[in-house]
Structure formats: C-alpha cells, structure tokens
C-alpha cells in the first residue's frame, strides 16, 4: 500500500514565477491536509480538504494561494507570482476521516526554493 | 483556536536515559493526541497516540500518558538510543473541523 506521495520533491522557481505541489493520498484516504514548515519551526496548517471541497482554509494566504482536490487525480497547491517568503517545506497529510481521533499520514514533502 | 505549548524545545541526553517531553493544550473537547517523529530532511511520522478513555499507553521503549483534568500529556522515551535523535511534534485535534494544531517540537540529541 503505498504511502502519500509528493512531487516534486525539490523545486525551485524564480520570483514571480508559478509553483504547482501534487499530493496524492494514500489509498482509501479521501482526506488530504497541506501544511508549510519553516527550518526549525514547526507544522503550520494551511488547508483542508476532500473530494471537490475546501473544508478548511483560514492557515492559507488569501493572496496568491489556492488548493484543490478534484475528484480524480492529486490534490494540487498553487502558488502564484512567488517571492522569496514562499521558500519552504510543504508537507501534505492524508487520513482516512477527520483526525478528531485518527492519524495523519505525511508525505515526503516538497521542498521548494525560490531566486 | 487551539493552544499547545510543547516543552522543552530542546533536550540532549546520554544513550541509556530517559527522555520526557510534555505538551499543554487548552481545549477541554479534544479527544485524540498523537506524537509524531520527524528525522532531519524527513517525513513526520506517528509513533504513538492515545485516545481520552486511557491515561496511558506504551509500546516498547515509548510510552504516553495523558491527564485530562489538568489538560497535558507527555511522551516517555526509555533507554534512548542514537536513532532516537530526531524531533519531536505533538498535535492537539480540535475546532469545528478538527485541524490538527502541532506543538513547536523538540530536538531530542541523544549522545552514544
């Protein structure tokens, strides 16, 4: 069974450019999270989502940031006109319901570097 | 929203003692709380939870317990090797749509 799978591992951009994570869940898993962490600083939630709905997004930028999940294929964060800020590791989670009392499952995450 | 502070931000211990790291969370309705490890440049990953019906759990040299009156819970690590050497996240489910909220981690050194 495979795990939460994140591409691409590494990814740099230059300022202004477009940068596009791809999550996909563990199988069975219709729960997906995206979270940024910082060097040394811990997991700040970004989004929440399921299949074609956004569950939660208030630990997203309004500004420049969006997620999907659509009903086939990964779930995708995009970043839009990057600034240097953006430079980061971005994990994404999947669980099978809500964790009011299940695990999350993180990916290998993604981490991306903006010139 | 949900506050957790997590304890001590760092600890560095000799191989074979014993490690302790305790978080505090403020609302009273959460029911699930995980521990995950996170091994430099890797992925976080569970290694223990427990649920609000037990007040402690073990499994091998790793072991949480949970006082929900006084609103914390701790992870025991015992004989602590190298490999131990990592951080360590609490996470604290709660709000309307359960979004986990993560405690700053602690880097755990252990030193052979």
């Known amino acids: 069974n495979a795990g939460v799978m994140q591409n691409p591992r590494h990814l740099v951009r230059r300022r202004g450019q477009e940068a596009r994570l791809r999550c996909s869940p563990m199988?069975?898993?219709?729960?997906v999270y995206w979270y940024r962490q910082l060097p040394e600083e811990g997991l700040k939630f970004m989004v929440y989502?399921?299949?074609?709905?956004?569950?939660?997004e208030s630990g997203m930028p309004k500004e420049r940031f969006s997620a999907e999940f659509p009903k086939e294929g990964p779930s995708i964060l995009r970043i839009q006109q990057v600034v240097r800020g953006d430079s980061a590791a971005y994990f994404c989670?999947?669980?099978?319901?809500?964790?009011?009392?299940?695990?999350?499952?993180f990916g290998d995450g993604t981490r991306l570097s903006i010139l | 929203g949900e506050n957790v502070e997590q304890h001590p931000s760092t600890l560095s211990v000799q191989e074979g003692d014993s490690a302790v790291i305790k978080c505090t969370y403020s609302?009273?309705?959460?029911?699930?709380f995980p521990w995950y490890k996170q091994e430099l440049g890797k992925r976080p990953q569970l290694i223990i939870d427990?649920?609000?019906?037990?007040g402690e759990k073990k499994d091998q040299r790793i072991a949480v317990t949970l006082n929900k009156t006084a609103k914390h819970f701790s992870l025991h690590i015992t004989e602590t090797q190298p490999e131990d050497s990592a951080v360590y996240f609490c996470?604290?489910?709660?709000?309307?749509?359960?979004?986990?909220?993560f405690g700053r981690g602690t880097s755990l050194i252990v030193h052979p």
């Open positions: 989670a999947s669980s099978t319901t809500d964790s009011r009392n299940q695990p999350q499952h």
């Open positions: 199988k069975g898993h219709s729960h």
């Open positions: 989502l399921q299949k074609e709905n956004i569950i939660d």
């Open positions: 609302d009273s309705a959460s029911n699930y």
């Open positions: 427990i649920r609000s019906n037990v």
């Open positions: 996470a604290v489910p709660s709000g309307g749509s359960y979004i986990p909220t």
